[in-house]
């Protein structure tokens, strides 16, 4: 360790910052940049680790990933269930698969339907520096604004059929 490095109040060496030292850590810090080691100091970290988190957006569950590769990329995913079948309800399927389609024009998100059948929503943007918690939950909200009236649009779709269905039954 350096003269310069004990007054910094942290050890070149082993990338641990010093109690003392914490408050000279340049701000705001960006997600994955410090750990807390075994003994509980702050490290530095130089490992590009991915962040993924999940959260429940108008009774779906989403799940978001971090990737920090090269490119720094916010992904959200989330799986909306089956698309009815046409013998359950032709024209609520038909609703839905014209929603479905016209986000085909939204700019980072869209929902696809897999072979199986499930409609599954992706979106992915590249939050803004510093990327910090707020910048990375700002992202998420911006891309779950730009889905969200066609997450609407497939609800009431949905209701409509399930509505029919039980008069159909009942």
């Known amino acids: 360790m350096t003269v310069e490095d004990a007054e910094a109040g942290d050890d070149a060496e082993t990338g641990q910052i010093e109690p003392e030292s914490v408050e000279k850590i340049s701000s705001p810090i960006e997600v994955g940049s410090i750990t807390v080691g075994e003994d509980g100091m702050l490290t530095a970290s130089d490992k590009q680790q991915d962040l993924a988190f999940g959260f429940v957006y108008f009774g779906i569950p989403f799940e978001a990933v971090l990737n920090r590769g090269e490119d720094v990329v916010l992904r959200l995913s989330a799986n909306l269930g089956r698309l009815p079948f046409s013998a359950h309800s032709p024209r609520a399927r038909q609703t839905m698969l014209r929603i ?15 072979e199986d059948h499930k409609m599954l929503v992706q979106a992915e943007a590249t939050p803004p520096m510093p990327r910090n918690l707020s910048s990375i939950v700002a992202t998420a909200a911006a891309l779950l604004l730009e889905i969200r009236p066609y997450l609407h649009l497939l609800a009431e779709a949905l209701s409509v059929s399930e ?8």
């Open 163 to 170: 509505g029919k269905a039980q008069q159909q039954n009942g």
């Open 100 to 114: 479905i389609q016209a986000t085909g024009s939204l700019p980072r998100a869209q929902i696809v339907v897999e």
